[in-house]
């Protein structure tokens, strides 16, 4: 089941300066800043409580992060929840007929297992499911 909102991923053109905004002038902190190279970002995450904030800019013109913000601009990408156990989510949901992006998990920031469910499933919203190692 989902746990809670794991965190709330932004398109941004520019890491730096969307920082600016979120840690110096709206006084979140940032928790750390990461490369993830398959998914072609560059992150940077804002914890707010039991939820983060999680920056995204696009590392290639190629990116699906790029692409989203040609089509798109800039702004709220993906609403990503905690679940425990993702593996039983995911076929759990393929028996339902909701469609994913990803069959079975992949590593995302942080080492996360993930997996997102395709928008065409959701009302055009992009999930992310989540499981953390420790919890
Ligand atoms: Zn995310």
Redesign the pocket.
């Given at each position: 089941m989902f746990e809670k909102i794991d965190?709330i991923?932004v398109a941004v053109k520019n890491l730096e300066n969307s920082l600016h905004i979120f840690r110096d002038l709206l006084g979140m902190e940032c928790s750390g800043e990461e490369i993830v190279k398959d998914q072609e970002v560059k992150v940077a995450f804002l914890p707010v409580g039991e939820s983060e904030i999680?920056l995204l800019e696009s590392t290639s013109p190629e990116g699906s992060i790029a692409k989203f913000i040609e089509s798109r601009g800039e702004g709220i990408h993906?609403i990503?929840f905690k679940v425990k156990d993702l593996e039983s989510m995911i076929s759990d949901l393929q028996q339902k007929g909701v469609r994913l992006i990803d069959q079975k998990p992949r590593y995302?920031a942080g080492g996360v297992k993930?997996a997102f469910l395709h928008p065409k499933s959701t009302n055009g919203i992009l999930i992310?499911l989540c499981e953390h190692k420790n919890q």
């Open positions: 965190h991923g999680e993906h990503a995302g993930i992310e």
